[in-house]
């Protein structure tokens, strides 16, 4: 049986694939800060699930992780590098570096450290697949947002890094860029958000379900095919032609 590590598992994105990857069979290790909402991600699936409390922003902490899934299950199949964090809307000359280092930490550091370790579990075992969770911010920033776009821009750069690091040892890795799934984390979107031209409307949302089914898709794939990049998103949403 596949094994997977979820980071982030305990709500929004993280949670819906590791639920949707435990109903299809794997073995799920869910990974996240708050461990009573990674035990309600669980719920029903006990057999198949290890709960690890993590900070991916910390290095120990990432090690530990890694270290309990091989320990309990021999391997490392799959990482879904999902963690992320942001702060509230904030101009770049108000944005703190306190707030730079927090998103950063989480959405970079905490993506390297992942995978970092992933290689070494993979390389070992002869293969498996990473798949980084981006967001369309990896590809066209929204407003007063520098750091959380700063690091989705770079996780495409790590993505093309692991993928070619990891060609020579049966590692693939693909990046899936996600737009308004809804989730607690886009209930606003409804009542409006910050636009390009700085102005504040409504932005439609689609069922998380459907992000979690193309994780499964990318999971599933054998290790001689690969999703390289993938966009999952509100059809009506302000994407193409954003500003």
Known sequence: MAVVIVTGAGSGVGRAAARTLLEAGFQVALAGRREDAL?????????????VPADVSREDSVSALFRAVVDEWGRVDVLFN????????????EFSL???????????????????????VMKAQGGG?????????????????????????????????????GRA????CGQIDIGNAA?????????G?????????????????????AVLYQARLPLDANVQFMTVMA???PYIGRG
């Open 98 to 120: 306190s707030a730079w280092e927090e998103v950063v930490g989480v959405n970079l550091t905490g993506a390297f450290l992942c995978a970092r370790e992933a290689f070494r």
């Open 129 to 165: 697949r990473i798949i980084n969770n981006g967001s369309i911010s990896a590809s066209v920033p929204r407003p007063h947002a520098v750091a959380y776009n700063a690091t989705k821009h770079a996780m495409t750069g790590l993505t093309r890094s692991l993928s070619l690091e």
């Open 193 to 213: 958000v910050l636009q390009a031209d700085l102005g504040t409307r409504p932005e439609p949302t689609f069922d998380v379900r459907h992000v979690a089914d």
């Open 235 to 237: 059809t009506a949403m």
């Open 183 to 191: 989730t607690a984390l886009t209930e606003r979107m409804g009542q």
């Open 169 to 172: 040892h049966n590692i693939a």
């Open 82 to 93: 999902n963690a992320g964090t942001n702060v509230a809307a904030t101009p770049i000359e």
């Open 39 to 51: 035990r309600e991600t669980a719920e029903g699936f006990a057999a198949s699930t290890l709960v």
